[in-house]
């Protein structure tokens, strides 16, 4: 329900929270080890999603399903394995897709509006080794 009670509250108690983490940390240790070498991988990008987003992406999912939405999951947080990862250009704090999407691809960071060199070529620069 969107309407919050306090009896809904109770359900939320310590003992609750102990129970749901002790339950996430069992199926992380369920979940098969694998030690060899990754075949393949398949990288889903989120461009524009950090945890801001994914975060009301989530509360908005669950309201949709008439619940309050913060215990709601989101389809790739089912995936098996996961990461985040931070990523800015070199000259601006807030990143443009070509900048995050060369550290993405290359691990190294480079300018804002350029796309697959480093920091030594200016935008708009088109002539340059």
């Known amino acids: 329900a969107l309407v919050t009670t ?19 940390l069992k199926n992380s240790k369920a979940k ?8 393949n991988v398949i990288l889903f990008v989120g461009d ?3 945890v801001i987003t994914h975060t009301l992406a ?22 098996p394995f996961s990461g985040l990862i ?7 704090q807030v990143p443009d897709s070509a900048g995050t999407a060369t550290a ?3 691990g190294v960071k480079t300018r804002m509006g350029v796309l697959g060199v480093d920091t030594s070529v200016n935008y708009n620069v088109c002539d340059a080794e």
């Open 48 to 50: 524009g999603m950090g």
């Open 58 to 79: 989530r509360i908005y999912k669950g309201q949709k399903n008439n619940a309050d939405g913060e215990e709601e999951e989101l389809f790739w947080e089912t995936f």
């Open 32 to 39: 098969e080890r694998r030690e060899h070498k990754a075949k």
């Open 86 to 92: 931070k990523t800015y250009n070199t000259d601006h």
């Open 104 to 106: 993405l691809m290359s």
């Open 6 to 24: 306090s009896a809904d509250f109770l359900k939320e108690d310590k003992n609750y929270w102990i129970s749901q983490s002790k339950q996430d």
